[in-house]
């Protein structure tokens, strides 16, 4: 390895999701000692009041910078190692994860007391495209890793995706027939849609360690003036269908039967001698 490269880029995606998930129960337990919320609350009822506020902005602010992270890390990522992948799909998806980023931000910022257009619309586009996001990954995962190590990888992700899809649909089915029936119990559909929607960010939070396998293939380069890349491979990967599991050599010994009157420097008359080259 060289040494203007920085290794260990396999811990954000991890170093995101124990952020986050130490900054939500940070704020949901001040919340919730301070008498804000419910046991059941939604996750921007967190930011309405100090001191939870503060907790819950800077933690969400600093997610998204992460998160802004692993998209870049990851649309590398494909650059290098998915050459099958056309560039155009490859920024559409960095665009979509993006935006993802973007509308948890404006989401995070925007109170539904003060605007609940800008509110929800900045929920529906971080979470919307989010699993969009995950859903294209997943895709990709799937066609390209033929391996039975990433076949897990795959199954894994197809589970993450599920467990997201599935809380945000039931939402939006739920919210739409509670407002055109007007029938529901508030209490009840405040609970039911609360808890949907912390399952909904524990499917995103699932679905992020699965980066890991694949950023521990790139390092950081310190480059030479701007125009240069700062993101590289790692020598070691050089398998470009399955990078993350560990390139096997193969050795072949072809062995030689050679008479002992065409051996050089021979004193003693031999029958047979063994001569071994390896490729």
């Known amino acids: 390895m060289k040494k203007n490269c920085i ?18 129960l940070v704020a949901y337990t001040v919340a919730l000692i301070q008498g804000h919320i419910h046991l059941v609350p939604f996750i921007s009822d967190l930011g309405k009041k100090l001191p939870e506020m503060a907790v819950s902005r800077i933690t969400g602010t600093i997610s998204s910078i992460i998160d802004v992270a692993v998209k870049l890390l990851n649309y590398k990522f494909i650059k290098l190692y998915r050459p099958k992948v056309r560039h ?17 931000i404006l989401a995070g910022f925007v109170k539904g007391n003060e605007s609940k257009a800008g509110h929800f619309t900045g929920a529906f ?12 990954q997943c895709t990709l995962c799937a066609k390209l890793q033929p391996s039975r190590k990433s076949r897990r990888i795959v199954y894994y992700r197809i589970f993450a ?3 997201t899809i599935i809380p945000m649909i039931a939402l939006t089915t739920t ?33 992020m360690p699965t980066y890991s396998m694949e950023f521990q293939n790139l390092t950081l380069k310190w ?10 491979k790692r020598e070691e990967s050089t398998d470009v269908e399955s990078p993350e599991e560990p390139t096997t050599v193969t050795c072949r010994h072809m062995i030689t039967l050679l008479p002992s009157d065409q051996l050089l420097g021979s004193v003693i008359p031999i029958n ?3 001569a071994y080259r390896i490729y």
């Open 272 to 274: 047979i001698q063994e």
């Open 161 to 163: 995706c599920v467990i």
């Open 125 to 136: 586009v971080g979470f919307g495209t989010g699993c969009i996001y995950n859903i294209l």
């Open 88 to 104: 155009v799909y490859n920024r559409l998806i960095l665009c979509i994860g993006l935006l993802s980023c973007v509308g948890f």
């Open 223 to 232: 480059p030479k003036s701007l125009k240069d890349d700062w993101i590289c």
């Open 175 to 207: 919210l739409l027939t509670c407002s055109q029936l007007k029938s529901c119990n508030t209490h009840y559909l405040k609970t039911a849609l609360a808890t949907l929607e912390w399952a909904g960010m524990f499917g995103l939070l699932c679905y």
């Open 7 to 24: 290794t260990g880029l396999a811990l954000i995606p991890i170093i995101l999701v124990v952020w986050t998930t130490i900054g939500l």
